[in-house]
Each structure stands twice: as structure tokens, then as C-alpha cells.
């Protein structure tokens, strides 16, 4: 069975250092999709990115960035220079192919990191 | 309007008493799910649906109950509600790539 195991309960850092949240994750799957949300204060979940298990190219996104490594099992996200607006609560998640293809059968989601960025 | 749009975002309920959470898309997506999230645990998969012919459990089933009424509709039951089950719900829809899109959130708290 599929798990996504998000380390980091809590993490606090001062406005404009860089951190990086961990994921690592678990599958037989050779075909998997891998996502990170955002969920701030209020509550909602933000979606920031999704990967499939093809492409391991990191991404970068303004001042987020993510490394894929399939080697390690690992899907870690930087962010960096960050904002008070960036403390939230960041959850990895995973999802199998499925029998209809395309992550249908669910999102697993790891326990959550919640980041604060102190001004 | 919302992509998603769950009804109530709020309530306080009883403990036995019989609860609907409603959830409404206008994505067009025929995959819809029920989540719920406790501090500290992530979300959880309660039920998903492929059509209104196919539902299915997810890792924490017990307790509710689902019905797809259409493509846009996706409601969940607890047919009695008990204290451990005051969660935030969350409904979602996910595209053909498995990218879920989630409604607001339904907090709900049972006494």
C-alpha cells in the first residue's frame, strides 16, 4: 500500500531564510503521481504542483522549487526568501495510477508539515 | 461560484443523530471524493466515486455512508453521529491526471 511520510511535524523560521519541507514516499506503483497543497489559515487546501513519475525534473516556481528523486523515494519542496505569508500548513501526497488510470483511486496525503515564518 | 462548494461549511450536531454533508461541482469531473482531515493526520479518504454507479471505500470507511445522486452531486452520511467523528470534511473532484480540486471544508463537531 502506498505512504507518504512528511517527517517534519513543525517547522519555524525567520522571515526571508530558505527552508525545505521533506517528503518521502512509498509505492509499488511504477506509474504515480505526486502533488503538494497548501492549506493556510483559513483553511482551504491551495494546490501548488503535481508530478508524475516520468519526469523527474526538478521544477521551480518564482520562489518555490521541488526536487523529485526517484532514487530516494523523495519529492522535497524549498522555498525560498520566505514570507510570513508563506506560513501554512504543507502536505505531500501521492496517488496510484488506479484501476482507470490517472490517480483515480484517491490522493494518500502525508501527515502534514506546518511551517511558520516568524517577521 | 466555487469550483467545488460543500454545504454546511459548519455544524454542531448530537451525538446519534443522522447528518448529511452535500457536496456540488460545476468542473464537469466524473471523479468525486469525501476526505476528512484530524489534526495532525492529514486527510483521509472516507468514499470516492467514479459515476453514479460506482462507489467506492476509502481507508476509513466505517461510519458513513455515500450517494452520488448525479455527476455534480456527491453527499455523505453519518447515519448516527458519534464525538470522533468532529473532523473537517472535504469534498473533492479530480481531473483524468489525478489532480483533486477541494471545496472549502466542512467543519463539523459532534457533541
Known amino acids: 500500500a502506498q505512504k507518504v511520510t512528511q517527517a517534519q511535524t513543525e517547522i519555524s523560521v525567520v522571515e526571508k531564510e530558505d527552508v525545505t519541507l521533506d517528503c518521502v514516499y512509498e509505492t509499488r506503483d511504477t506509474t504515480y503521481y505526486l502533488f503538494w497543497y497548501k492549506q493556510p489559515p483559513s483553511g482551504e487546501l491551495v494546490f501548488l504542483i503535481r508530478?508524475?513519475?516520468?519526469?523527474?525534473q526538478n521544477e521551480i516556481s518564482g520562489r518555490y522549487s521541488w526536487n523529485f528523486q526517484k532514487s530516494t523515494s523523495s519529492f522535497n519542496f524549498t522555498i525560498t526568501a520566505s514570507q510570513v505569508v508563506d506560513s501554512a500548513v504543507y502536505f505531500c501526497a501521492l496517488s496510484e495510477a488506479g484501476r482507470s488510470g490517472g490517480g483515480a483511486d484517491g490522493l494518500t496525503f502525508g501527515k502534514g508539515t506546518h511551517l511558520i515564518i516568524q517577521p | 461560484d466555487a469550483d467545488v462548494t460543500q454545504t454546511p461549511r459548519n455544524r454542531i450536531t448530537k451525538t446519534g443523530k443522522r447528518i448529511m454533508l452535500e457536496c456540488s461541482q460545476t468542473?464537469?469531473?466524473?471523479?468525486m471524493y469525501w476526505y476528512r482531515q484530524d489534526p495532525g493526520l492529514g486527510l483521509r479518504l472516507i468514499y470516492y466515486?467514479?459515476?453514479?454507479?460506482?462507489?467506492n471505500k476509502g481507508e476509513i470507511s466505517d461510519g458513513y455512508s455515500v450517494s452520488r445522486q448525479a455527476q455534480a452531486k456527491f453527499s455523505l452520511s453519518l447515519e448516527s453521529a458519534i464525538p470522533n467523528q468532529t473532523a473537517l470534511y472535504f469534498c473533492?473532484?479530480?481531473?483524468?491526471?489525478?489532480?483533486?480540486?477541494f471545496g472549502q471544508g466542512t467543519r463539523l463537531t459532534v457533541v
Open positions: 466515486s467514479f459515476d453514479v454507479k460506482d462507489i
Open positions: 468542473k464537469g469531473h466524473d471523479r
Open positions: 473533492a473532484t479530480s481531473d483524468f491526471r489525478g489532480q483533486a480540486f
Open positions: 508530478r508524475n513519475s516520468f519526469d523527474e
